[in-house]
């Protein structure tokens, strides 16, 4: 079997043990004689999966009562438009974050809604770092506050979660969700889309305070209202099935590593082993500054065109697959997502190295 180390910013790499665990059970899933994909979304069977995906969530993240879990589709990029379409409710005035290319997308979206006031941006810094947001820039009245918790395509995040008070946090953690330990009562409403750290691409999570569902306006489209699938336990219409199946032999598998802190250490290990190759390393750097060094994503320059396309065809033939950079931002970017396991880094930097003394 021939499978590549894959440094996709997603989709992205799966565990090995998960696609293994679905190859098994893919044309009989525990002899009901069908697949996984055949069964209605109201059999008991897909009722099991999804509530035992539901409570592994909720183990793995320590999500508090008081906060739903919501299976839906649309990407990350839908949420642009739900969170506002939902959570302007009471000033009509939001603030948002904007550090990066996402953030913008975000932001584009809300301001259809609402009135958006941009309260910390790295724009002018090409969004090599996180701005500094503290709790005095916050309007009291703000329906809400929004963050990237991480970068995708600039390789950014943030050290520290800012202190909202009493102004709802909304945070899009598409590309770091179950990363690392965090305190979900730090936010009150996190969205993702699932392709990077929990299953394909089709199913986005959402994990909202209670509170916060039940009061968009009465002309929100069912399917764009959070009410409509909380109150159906993301049974309204047909969830994306599959998905919430691997997001669930995903959360097994991250169960069984023992969860968010050893997969944090995990995390840690590998984007320390990049981050010192890149501080070595006299043809390659890092264009983020330090603090807001991301775990996911980590992008690299080297400053020549010519090197860059030469490392990455190159990297290609060593079975290191997808590390061409992002066009925004040029050079290259490896995301090192939970499933890319440690040696996957290790080859990189060998492969790095090697590249390195050849190109002297
Ligand atoms: N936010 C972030 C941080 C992302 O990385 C992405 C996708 N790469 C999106 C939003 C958009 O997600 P989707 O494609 O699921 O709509």
């Keep these: 079997m021939n499978r590549v180390f894959n440094f996709s910013a997603g989709p992205s790499m799966l565990p090995l043990p998960v696609l293994e665990k679905a190859q098994g059970e893919l044309v009989n899933y525990r002899n009901s004689g069908m697949s996984v994909m055949e069964l209605s979304h109201r059999s008991d069977w897909f009722t099991e999966i999804i509530t035992e995906a539901e409570q592994l969530l909720r183990e793995l993240m320590a999500i508090p009562d008081n906060y739903k879990v919501l299976f839906l589709q649309g990407g990350a990029s839908q949420q642009f438009s739900m969170v506002p379409m939902n959570l302007f409710t009471k000033s009509g005035k939001a603030d948002y974050v904007n550090t990066g290319s996402w953030s913008k997308k975000a932001i584009k979206e809300a301001e259809k809604f609402g009135a958006v006031n941009v309260i910390a941006s790295s724009e002018e810094a090409n969004f090599t770092h996180i701005p500094d947001v503290d709790s005095t820039m916050i309007d009291p009245e703000a329906d809400y506050v929004h963050i990237t918790t991480n970068n995708t395509i600039e390789g950014t995040a943030y050290a520290e979660i800012p202190d909202t008070g009493d102004v709802p946090l909304v945070a899009d953690m598409s590309s770091n969700i179950l990363s690392e330990e965090i305190d979900v009562s730090k936010f009150d409403l996190i969205y993702a889309g699932a392709q990077k750290n929990i299953a394909p691409a089709g199913l986005t999570l959402v994990i909202i305070r209670e509170d916060l569902i039940g009061h968009a306006p009465e002309n929100c489209p069912a399917m764009l209202n959070y009410k409509t699938h909380s109150d159906s336990g993301s049974l309204y219409n047909t969830p994306p099935t599959y998905g919430v199946y691997m997001a669930k032999l995903v959360f097994e598998w991250l169960k069984e590593l023992e969860g968010l802190r050893e997969m944090e250490k995990i995390n840690r290990e590998k984007a320390q082993m990049l981050y010192d190759a890149l501080e070595e390393s006299s043809l390659f750097q890092s264009p983020v500054r330090k603090k807001s060094r991301s775990l996911m994503n980590i992008p690299f320059v080297s400053g ?57």
């Excluded at 590390?323 to 440690?342: D, F, T």
């Excluded at 040696?343 to 930097?349: F, S």
Aim: glycine residues 8%; negative net charge; hydrophobic residues 40%.
């Design 304 to 360: 020549s065109a010519d090197v860059d396309a030469a490392f990455i065809k190159e990297a290609q033939a060593e079975g290191l697959e997808t590390l061409k950079g992002h066009r925004s931002v040029g050079g290259m970017r490896a995301s090192i997502y939970n499933a890319m396991p440690v040696e996957g880094v290790e080859a990189l930097v060998t492969f790095m190295n090697d590249f390195e003394h050849k190109h002297r």
